[in-house]
């Protein structure tokens, strides 16, 4: 698996923790990705809603090109923390608190990696630390969090990658509660009449810089997409729908035997 490709799996993985409320596809402005530098990769543009849902993976080995999740090894660099306004820490506070009340969530995701190939799948967390997150087929990527570690599974090559969780920005965003000014670095926070959009950096001094951006709705803060720019100013984003935060994932979902679940 090549590096890139891991640090984008388990930052965009950092992101689906903070999957906080139902969010419907066809509310959410979906990208068309392309390779770009950072400083143009701030928005993505809106496209056809109603292409969301249907979405299905165009080849089999897409998802291993382009997780959703973004990893990156050793202690992050010292950060300069942001100067925010009263209004934009009320914000960041408001955002915390809604990601912070859910400690279960269920739903589906539609994923444009950069090279604009689109796949979906399913996932489930149970906080503090767990999430699987599955590609329908015919990927054979799933990805699991048991609390401890992460595990990124292609059952068609039957191999398993393990990472340790505390070295990802899940070990913020599965915790059981997140203080975004605290916890993260968050270098803007911006509001308008659709939506609210958080954007947090991690950068690592042998790595790069991973950004994540954060799309809610402005009304009701509900999340609708994030997006994942790596250190080579690649996106990767992810767009989600039919969440649910009363059902109950089962437990075995998060349990990490490779050998097992690899067929």
Do not use: C, H
């Amino acid at each position: 698996m090549a590096v890139r490709g891991v640090r984008t799996a388990i930052l965009a993985m950092a992101g689906i923790a903070l999957l906080v409320a139902s969010a419907a596809a066809d509310d959410v402005p979906l990208p068309t990705p392309a390779p770009r530098g950072k400083a143009a990769a701030a928005q993505p543009s809106a496209a056809p809603a109603s292409n969301a849902p249907a979405a299905a993976a165009s080849a089999a080995g897409s998802a291993k090109n382009s997780f959703p999740f973004s990893f990156s090894l050793g202690k992050p660099a010292p950060s300069s923390a942001t100067a925010f306004d009263a209004n934009q820490r009320a914000l960041l506070d408001k955002v915390s608190g809604y990601l912070s009340g859910v400690q279960t969530l269920v739903g589906n995701f539609v994923q444009i990696g950069p090279d604009g190939r689109r796949v979906d799948g399913t996932f489930s967390i149970q906080k503090p630390g767990k999430v699987r997150f599955q590609y329908s087929p015919p990927s054979p990527i799933d990805i699991i969090a048991d609390g401890s570690s992460v595990v990124v599974r292609d059952r068609s090559l039957e191999t398993a990658d393990f990472y340790p969780l505390s070295q990802t920005p899940l070990r913020y965003l599965l915790a059981d509660r997140i203080d975004l000014l605290r916890d993260t670095d968050v270098i803007s926070v911006s509001a308008d009449d659709t939506f609210v959009t958080v954007v947090i950096e991690e950068t690592q001094v042998m790595v790069g810089t991973n950004r994540l951006m954060i799309m809610f709705d402005a009304k009701n803060l509900q999340l609708k997409q994030w997006t994942v720019t790596d250190p080579q100013g690649l996106d990767t984003t992810v767009a989600v729908y039919n969440l649910d935060t009363a059902k109950k994932p089962d437990p075995n979902l998060f349990v990490i035997n490779a050998q097992s679940n690899l067929k």
